[in-house]
């Protein structure tokens, strides 16, 4: 299948994402990871759209093809995402969405359920994401991804993604060139760098509590999955236990799958965890 590659003037930028599916089945949004592109959710969202869903891939701002903040201090965090999410849905016409987010674009999906979407995402999916953050691990990300490495070919950049996204899981190596050559851009030297501004990451410097999303989690009344990755240091596994007895947890509306061979996060290409996302949002719901 092969998907439309479209953009959107969402919050005053030009958003990329994109758009698998017929546009009258019911839309999956599908979003990426704090250093990611949207082209990491193609392998799912082919998946997906051969069995009737729509789904929708965004770069989030600063990320892939999108436009970069102008105001980074003040634009890279959840507020404005979840901003973006819903200016999307209004621009496509979407009154009813189900979500399945990887890392950050879980907690875009967790904070827009509870806020500025509430009531009009159904089912949400987290993928290695949870309402509190290991500080350690966010530390650890900030690291790399604060300062992204160049190199003189992509063949060097693709081996550094390998090491690095190792705990995504298996991956193929077609995969992984995939991988490379979509999250690639190359600067005025010459060489090539992940595709992103790295100022993204300011985020964590500027709103410290913007992962801290158990407020948002609690007030939650709609499905959710949360695919843990039993090697994970990023959600660890007393918030997992936490997310069991609060909020979605305590109406039993909380499914909760422990992901073998994988840390953060899984890569979501593989046919069990194509299963794993399919049956959940295939799932009726009545809020």
């Excluded at 990426?32 to 998946?47: E, Y």
């Excluded at 790399?144 to 081996?159: I, S």
Aim: aromatic share 10%; hydrophobic share 40%.
């Amino acid at each position: 299948m092969t998907p439309a590659s479209r953009y959107a003037r969402l919050a005053g930028y030009e958003i990329h994402y994109m758009d698998w599916g017929a546009e009258d089945a019911p839309t999956v949004i599908a979003w990426h990871g704090l250093a990611r592109t949207g082209r990491d959710m193609d392998d799912l969202a082919a998946h997906l759209a051969q069995r009737g869903f729509r789904v929708l891939c965004p770069d989030t701002l600063g990320r892939g093809l999108s436009q970069w903040s102008r105001a980074p201090d003040e634009e890279y965090c959840l507020a404005v995402y979840t901003r973006l999410a819903e200016e999307l849905l209004d621009h496509l016409g979407l009154e009813k969405v189900r979500w399945i987010g990887t890392s950050m674009g879980g907690a875009i999906g967790m904070a827009a359920a509870g806020t500025r979407l509430a009531g009009r995402i159904t089912h949400l999916a987290l993928n290695d994401m949870a309402p509190a953050l290991n500080p350690a691990a966010i530390a650890r990300i900030c690291a790399y991804a604060g300062a992204p490495p160049a190199f003189d070919t992509v063949t060097e950049l693709e081996a550094f993604f390998r090491r690095v996204y190792a705990p995504y899981g298996w991956l193929s190596d077609a995969q992984w060139r995939r991988l490379a050559e979509s999250s690639t851009r190359r600067l005025p030297d010459g060489r090539v760098t992940p595709h992103y501004d790295p100022a993204m990451v300011r985020q964590f410097i500027v709103h410290p509590h913007d992962y801290d999303l158990w407020p948002v989690y609690e007030r939650l009344e709609i499905p959710v999955l949360c695919l843990h990755g039993v090697e994970s240091d990023l959600v660890l596994p007393a918030t997992v236990a936490r997310m069991k007895h609060c909020g979605p947890g305590t109406r039993g509306l909380l499914q909760v799958i422990e992901v073998p061979d994988c840390g953060h996060a899984p890569a979501l290409n593989v046919p069990e965890q194509y299963r794993w996302v399919q049956d959940f949002l295939g799932q009726e719901h009545r809020a």
